[in-house]
C-alpha cells in the first residue's frame, strides 16, 4: 500500500459505466469502411466510465488497479471474442501493469515531415518499395517499423512516445488482413477523429493556447492464469488504453484485439450475448 493511500485514509477510486456516451468515431460510416479495410472493424472499440474522486497522475498505479478491481468494471469492461462479438472482463485481476502515454499534441503537425522527406509524393500517395523481410513494401510502414530505415528518424524518438503518434501506427499497421491506402489521408483523418475523441483539451486564461488535459495510460492485467486484457496473447496491434479527464472526472478506454475484423459495417459493435 502506498503512503499516499494510507494518508487518504485507505480510499479507492470507484467507476460507473457511462453507458450513453457515444464515440464518434464508432458511429461514422466513413470510418467504419476503413476500420473495416484495415482489419479492425468488430476489433476495436470505446467505453466510457466516470469516477469519484479526485485524480493526479502521480496515483496512476492505484488508479489502475482500482479501476480493474471495481465491480462495475469487470462486469461491463469490453473483451473481444469473435469479430463483433463482445464479451466481458469477467475476471479476478490480481496484476496489472500502467505505462504512462506522452499526451501533448493539439495539432497534427508532428506528421509534417511526412511531407517532405520522400515518404509520400506530392499528390500524397506512399512511396512503394521492396523489402527482403516484407516484399512488396511502402516507406510509410518501412519509416514506422524498421529502425535501419533511412527515413526512421524523420520523427523522433520523443514524438513516437506520443500518444497521437501512436494512434497513427496502430491504424497504418491494422489488423491480420489489412488492405493498406495507397494515400496518406485516410490515416490522418483516422487518427485525428479518434485523438478528438478520446482527448481533453482545455484553453490557458493566461497564454490563450490550448493544452491537453488527459493523461493516457497503455494498460494490461493479469489473472492467475496469465494475461488476460486486452488478450491473453500479447502482441503490438493488440492495446488498451486509459485516458483520464481528471475535470469531468472520466476515463475513456480504447481497446483493439489483433486478428480478423468483420468483413461488413452492418453488425459493428454488436454486444455478446
Excluded at 499526451?103 to 523489402?131: E, N, Q
Excluded at 492495446?239 to 480504447?254: G, I, M, N, Q, T
Amino acid at each position: 500500500m502506498t503512503a499516499v493511500r494510507k494518508l487518504q485514509g485507505d480510499s479507492k477510486f470507484t467507476f460507473n459505466l457511462l453507458s450513453n456516451k457515444t464515440f464518434s468515431f464508432l458511429k461514422d460510416w466513413n470510418t467504419s469502411q476503413l476500420l473495416m479495410k484495415w482489419s479492425m472493424l468488430g476489433r476495436i472499440t470505446a467505453q466510457a466510465f466516470n469516477f469519484d474522486q479526485f485524480f493526479q497522475p502521480y496515483q496512476k498505479d492505484d488508479f489502475v488497479r482500482d479501476f480493474f478491481s471495481d465491480p462495475c468494471v469487470v462486469s461491463n469492461l469490453k473483451v473481444a471474442d469473435t469479430p463483433g462479438k463482445w464479451s466481458t472482463l469477467d475476471t479476478k485481476v490480481t496484476k496489472v501493469k500502467a505505462e504512462l502515454i506522452p499526451c501533448t499534441r493539439v495539432s497534427m503537425a508532428l506528421f509534417d515531415p511526412l511531407y517532405s522527406d520522400g515518404i509520400l509524393r506530392a499528390t500524397g500517395h506512399i512511396r512503394k518499395c521492396f523489402d527482403e523481410l516484407y516484399g512488396d513494401f511502402d516507406e510509410l510502414r518501412k519509416m514506422l517499423i524498421l529502425e535501419d530505415s533511412e527515413n526512421y528518424e524523420i520523427i523522433s524518438q520523443v514524438d513516437r512516445e506520443e500518444f497521437l503518434f501512436r494512434l497513427f501506427k496502430h491504424f497504418c499497421l491494422g489488423g491480420s488482413l489489412c488492405q493498406y491506402e495507397d494515400v496518406i489521408g485516410p490515416y490522418i483523418e483516422t487518427t485525428k477523429s479518434v485523438y478528438k475523441d478520446m482527448v481533453s483539451v482545455q484553453k490557458d486564461p493566461e497564454t490563450k493556447g490550448i493544452n491537453v488535459i488527459s493523461t493516457v495510460f497503455k494498460v494490461s492485467a493479469y489473472n492467475d492464469s496469465g494475461m488476460c486484457y486486452p488478450a491473453t496473447k500479447d502482441h503490438e496491434q493488440t492495446f488498451a488504453y486509459l485516458v483520464v479527464d481528471p475535470l469531468k472526472r472520466h476515463v475513456y478506454v480504447l481497446y483493439n484485439c489483433f486478428g480478423v475484423g468483420l468483413m461488413s459495417a452492418t453488425d459493428t459493435d454488436k454486444p455478446h450475448t
